[in-house]
Every structure is written in structure tokens, then in C-alpha cells.
């Protein structure tokens, strides 16, 4: 177990995107010391041979070792950011070790396993869902504090991209757009209901539908009700309607105003005109992502540690995944 002084040895099973992008926000050089990353990369490994030779040769400082049992036996906490289908046996090892475990979501592709590896976990496990460490929620969390929102009467979330996968992830069009593991409710959409349980309540009363019309291939739309604690809450996610790679709005109403979270990062308040406005330090989520991440790191060295912790509980990841798997399974 590190101590408070020590970097945490932090473990990577899976070098896709999300693995390099916590490779990039442990080792980025041009943070101020201060806000440097608590955790050291101890070792890394994906089970292609190319993507460890791209790891080996963009990142020449991390380990990457023989299999996923170097990476657990040489880490205090290992993050698993595999495709979803493998989530539990990697995580599963892990625990079993001793180690904890910071994990993508979803935890699992079936609910009633992820339902007995969470009732089992504990208090040693955490899912990668960064709206728990985003500066733009907290901007959110103080302007509703503050009485930004009076009463909630409703919440609105949209996401909406041009095609699916997006085009960055082409590389893993193979699972990503699959109904098993892929499709934009689990990928996106899912840190968005994140968000609603986290600042409003747990998630009920469902009612859904989504479309799957290509056979095969994952859905291009969703509508959802349900609510948000007491909040009324409204989805819409459809593929194809706009041009932007990715959009999405997650906005509070209330009887004195409402906020809103933008593109991922930029936190806004409605002005008496009706037009939203950004804070005076929003900014865009290429520069925001980096520094959510690094906070992020913060919350896995704590929960290692033992420590209060603020990252995504795996209890609310599986109760954001039930809803997920409960709006796909309306497909038609």
C-alpha cells in the first residue's frame, strides 16, 4: 500500500485510447509540479502486439511487460481500460491480488455479473467517469448551490454526432458499434446519466426506446424519460442529425434559471435574454480533459489509500448501467 508521500504504482491493462490518454496525463511535462500526477506508471500491457510496440516506442519510460499478470503484480492499483467484455476478468484479478481497481465502464456487458462483482468489490474499486473530477461541474455544482436554479423542474440532456463511432475511433469500430459492447448510450450518454445521479438523485421510472436499424450494428437513436431523484429528466441521442462530430447539452431548469454543460467542459448560465452564457474561465475539453484526468488520479491514489474519495463508486456505476441496458433493451 503506497504512503501519502509516495507516487501510487498504478498499472494499465489496454493501450487504446483511453490508455494512452492516462499514460499522457501521468506523464505530462508540462504541468506545474504542484499539480503533477500522485501515481507512476508501473507497467502496461495489451494483448496486440502492435499497440505495445506503439506504447513502446511513444513511451519509452513505461514497462511493458509479458501479460496481464505482470501489470497486476506490479502495480498497488490497476486500470483496466480494455474493451468492456473483458472489464471483470481483468478487474476480478486484480481484487484478488490485493490490488484496487480503477475501471472504464461499463463494468460488465452482462448486469448480473457486474451485479455480483460490485456486491463483492467493496470499497476497493472506482469507474473512469470524469464528469466526478470536471471543472465545468463544479462551476454547475456551485451555481445550483448558490440558487442558480431555485426548485429543478426538469433536466434536458442531448447528445447527437455525425456518424458512429465518432471518427477518432475507428480503430475499435469493431466492438464500439456492436450491439454487445458498443453504441453511443454506453459510451457517452452514460457519463451524462452519471452526471444526473451524482448532482440530483438516484435514476427511476424509465420509459424508453431506441433504434437500431441497421442490423448488427448499434443504435442511432434514443428517447428516454425517467427520473433524477425528483428531477424529471429527458434524453435524446440520435446519430446522423448533425454535422458535428460530438455534441451534447446536459441542462437544469428551475423556476429562478438554469444552467447547462456544453460540449463536454463549458458550464453556462442562462441569461435574462434567454441566451446561455459560459463562466469566465470555461474552457473547451481539449484543455479541460488533461486537467480532469489528472484530478482524477488524485481520487485513485486516495481510494487506494483507503481514503475518502470522490471518483465514481462502483455502486453508481452499476445503477448507470442499469439504466443503460434497460433503455437498449427497448430496441426495435
Known amino acids: 500500500m503506497p504512503t501519502p508521500s509516495a507516487p501510487l ?5 489496454g493501450a487504446g485510447i483511453m490508455g494512452e490518454r492516462m ?40 514497462p511493458v511487460v509479458a501479460d496481464a499478470d505482470a501489470v497486476v503484480a506490479a502495480s498497488d492499483c490497476v486500470y483496466v481500460a480494455s474493451p468492456p467484455a473483458s472489464h471483470l476478468g481483468y478487474a476480478r484479478a486484480a481484487l484478488a491480488a490485493g490490488r484496487s481497481v480503477f475501471c472504464e465502464k461499463p463494468l460488465a456487458v452482462d448486469l448480473a455479473e457486474a451485479r455480483d462483482f460490485v456486491a463483492g468489490a467493496g470499497s476497493r474499486g472506482a469507474v473512469n467517469f470524469p464528469f466526478a473530477s470536471s471543472l465545468g461541474v463544479a462551476a454547475l455544482s456551485q451555481w445550483i448551490a448558490e440558487g442558480a436554479v431555485g426548485t429543478p423542474r426538469r433536466l434536458t440532456i442531448e447528445v447527437a454526432f455525425a456518424r458512429w463511432p465518432r471518427g477518432w475511433q475507428a480503430d475499435a469500430a469493431g466492438w464500439l458499434d456492436g450491439r454487445r459492447e458498443g453504441g453511443f448510450t454506453r459510451e457517452v450518454a452514460s457519463h451524462f446519466l ?8 438516484p435514476l427511476h421510472d424509465l420509459t424508453a426506446q431506441a433504434g437500431f436499424p441497421e442490423s448488427g450494428r448499434s443504435e442511432r437513436s434514443v428517447d428516454a424519460t425517467f427520473r433524477a431523484g ?25 423556476e429562478a434559471g438554469a444552467v447547462r454543460l456544453r460540449d463536454w467542459a463549458i458550464a453556462e448560465r442562462r441569461q435574462p435574454d434567454g441566451s446561455f452564457a459560459p463562466a469566465p474561465d470555461a474552457m473547451p475539453n ?31 456505476a452499476l445503477e448507470v448501467q442499469e439504466i443503460v441496458e434497460a433503455i437498449l433493451a427497448q430496441g426495435r
Open 23 to 62: 499514460l499522457n496525463a501521468v506523464l505530462a511535462q508540462d504541468v506545474p509540479s504542484h499539480e503533477a500526477a500522485p501515481v507512476r506508471i508501473a507497467a502496461l500491457w495489451d494483448p496486440s502486439p502492435a499497440a505495445r510496440a506503439r506504447i513502446a516506442a511513444s513511451f519509452p519510460a513505461v
Open 194 to 201: 452519471f452526471l444526473s445521479r451524482r448532482l440530483l438523485g
Open 286 to 316: 481539449e484543455r479541460a480533459r488533461p486537467i480532469a484526468l489528472r484530478r482524477q488520479l488524485d481520487g485513485v491514489a486516495r481510494m487506494t489509500r483507503g481514503e475518502p474519495h470522490h471518483l465514481a463508486t462502483l455502486a453508481e
Open 9 to 13: 504504482a498504478l498499472g494499465v491493462i
Open 230 to 254: 425528483e428531477v424529471p429528466v429527458q434524453l435524446r441521442g440520435r446519430v446522423g442529425e448533425t454535422a458535428l462530430d460530438d455534441h451534447n447539452t446536459w441542462t437544469l431548469e428551475g
